[in-house]
C-alpha cells in the first residue's frame, strides 16, 4: 500500500557533503512526522532528525549545524543536507514516515529501503 524510496547515498571525503531524499507513494492520506535514522556496523539503529508536518525539527546532538532536515509535503517527500560530514557519519539511513491511509482512521509506520552513507578518505 505504501512504498518508500530512498536515493542520494553514496562515498563522499571527509568535509564533504551529501544529500538524500525519500519519496512516499501509495494510498496515502496524510504524512505527519517524517525522520531519518541511520545505522552502523555492530551499532543500534539512532535518529538522526525528524521534522513535523508544520516543519519542526529535532537533531541528534552528533549532527547539529551540519545537517539540515527538511520536507515537500506536495511531492511526500523528506530530504537529508548532510555537511562537514565525518567517518563517524558512515552508516545505513534509513526514512521514516508515519502516514495516515486514505480509509484508515490511525496512522502507522514506515521504513524505506535503507541507502549507504559512507565517509571514508
Known amino acids: 500500500q505504501v512504498q518508500l524510496v530512498e536515493s542520494g547515498g553514496g562515498l563522499v571525503q571527509p568535509g564533504g557533503s551529501l544529500g538524500l531524499s525519500c519519496a512516499a507513494s501509495?494510498?496515502?492520506?496524510?504524512?505527519?512526522?517524517m525522520a531519518w535514522y541511520r545505522q552502523a556496523a555492530e551499532k543500534q539503529r539512532e535518529l538522526v532528525a525528524s521534522?513535523?508536518?508544520?516543519?519542526?525539527?529535532n537533531y541528534a546532538d552528533s549532527v547539529k549545524g551540519r545537517f539540515t532536515i527538511s520536507r515537500d509535503n506536495t511531492k511526500n517527500t523528506v530530504y537529508l543536507q548532510m555537511n562537514s560530514l565525518e567517518p563517524a557519519d558512515t552508516a545505513v539511513y534509513y526514512c521514516?514516515?508515519?502516514?495516515?491511509?486514505?480509509?484508515?482512521?490511525?496512522?502507522?509506520?514506515?521504513w524505506g529501503q535503507g541507502t549507504q552513507v559512507t565517509v571514508s578518505s
Open positions: 501509495g494510498n496515502i492520506l496524510m504524512i505527519y512526522d
Open positions: 521514516n514516515h508515519k502516514i495516515l491511509l486514505r480509509g484508515s482512521i490511525r496512522q502507522n509506520e514506515y
Open positions: 521534522i513535523t508536518r508544520t516543519g519542526n525539527t
